[in-house]
Structure formats: structure tokens, C-alpha cells
């Protein structure tokens, strides 16, 4: 897999990740694209992994406080799912905070995913939360 990554809302990487976004958030799960779309679009760096050209996997990092990374809108195509594909993405959003200097990553997960991300490494930190009307968790990652 290929990855791009972008702080430039105007980069068709960018308009990649809001494709994938659209399809996975708000088609799929509902979640209201205001919600979605949101006021850290233009603070945060994004990401897109590309399959033979086409856009499968995003996310998106911003640093929250001194050397902790918080990341958000992991989401990966249908067609790509169950393939390894989320677990590569997360190898890519780790080696790009490790090459920032970042310490600890924090992440909402939604709860069908905590085995996922407890998969990487990640553990559950605190009580359940809902976000878009989907429950969460919040997880984080010593690194």
C-alpha cells in the first residue's frame, strides 16, 4: 500500500480522505456530516492509502498536547476491509508520529473496533462515551 499524506484541505489527497470519510461515516453509519466535517480539518494532517492508485484507508493526527497524538477518521473502504488493510494504516499513522517525536497516541474508537486497536496495542482508558451516537471508548498507545 502507498500512503500520501497532506495538511492541505486543496490536495486531492485530502479530497481522497473526505471521499472515504462521506462513504464510511456518513453513508454507511449515519453519522450527520457536520459532525463529520469538522473545524480541525485545516489543524490536523491527514492521511490516504492507496491500493493500485485507489483510495482504500484514512486517518487523520494532530498533536493534542506535547508529544501526544490524538488520532481520528480511521476508516477503510469496504472492498478493503478484513485484509489487513486497517493494520497497515496504523503502522503508517505510528511511524509517522514515532518520526514527530510523539510519546503517546489517544484515539475514540468506536466499540465494535476495541479489539482492533487492543490488537495494536492499544488499551481502554476510562467509561464509555457516545460520539455521534455511536458508543466509544477512549484508547491509548505508549509509544
Do not use: C
Not at 508529544?67 to 469496504?78: E, L, P
Not at 472492498?79 to 489517544?106: F, Y
Amino acid at each position: 500500500m502507498e500512503f500520501k499524506w497532506t495538511t492541505d484541505l486543496s490536495d486531492p489527497t485530502y479530497k481522497d480522505a473526505i471521499h472515504i470519510r462521506k462513504t464510511v461515516f456518513v453513508e454507511e453509519q449515519k453519522v450527520p456530516i457536520e459532525l463529520e466535517i469538522d473545524e480541525l480539518e485545516d489543524q490536523t494532517s491527514h492521511v490516504v492509502g492507496y491500493l493500485d492508485g485507489t483510495p482504500v484507508a484514512t486517518a487523520r493526527i494532530y498533536e493534542k498536547e506535547p508529544d501526544v497524538y490524538k488520532i481520528q477518521r480511521v476508516a477503510v473502504s469496504k472492498t478493503a476491509r478484513g485484509k489487513g488493510t486497517g493494520k497497515v494504516l496504523m503502522a503508517e499513522v505510528e511511524a509517522k508520529v514515532q518520526s514527530l517525536k510523539g510519546k503517546k497516541l489517544i484515539l475514540d474508537a468506536q466499540d465494535h473496533a476495541l479489539n482492533f486497536y487492543e490488537k495494536s496495542g492499544y488499551t481502554i482508558e476510562g467509561e464509555g462515551f457516545p460520539d455521534a451516537g455511536i458508543p466509544h471508548h477512549r484508547m491509548i498507545k505508549e509509544l
